[in-house]
């Protein structure tokens, strides 16, 4: 049995949003992170209001599901999923967000609110 196999499983929740070709962006983020988390489930995306930037509306979803990556790796993976769709910090200062997916939970600990969820 390899190290990784030992490793526990941590539940995680993330959000998915975006807001320029916002329905093909989603499927898109859908279908990558499907390739790399085998368990992973999505709720319907849902249409936001901006909050705090000038922007279209935008399409936000919740996925969940179980890895043994540490939360640093796990966010290299998102991040590297938003690189590969065209998404940059430049982007986003102009308020054009191609994909943002987020880690809300890792286990137990909270790790980021998300502004769309609060309001």
């Known amino acids: ?24 962006n989603i499927k898109t983020a859908i ?7 085998n368990d992973i489930h999505f709720t319907e995306p849902i249409w ?35 690189t590969s769709m065209g998404d940059s910090h430049e982007n986003h200062k102009q308020g054009i967000v191609l994909m943002d997916l987020d880690v809300i939970k890792y286990g137990n600990k909270e790790v980021k609110k998300i502004a769309w969820l609060e309001s």
């Open 31 to 37: 279908e990558e992170l499907k390739k790399e988390f």
């Open 48 to 82: 936001t209001e901006p909050i705090g930037v000038q922007s279209d509306k935008y399409l936000n979803c919740l996925a969940s599901f179980t890895t043994q990556r540490s939360l640093e790796d796990l966010n290299k993976v998102l991040k590297r999923i938003e």
């Open 1 to 24: 049995m390899c190290k990784e196999e030992q490793a526990e499983r941590v539940e995680i929740m993330i959000s998915l949003g975006s807001n320029t070709n916002q329905e093909a």
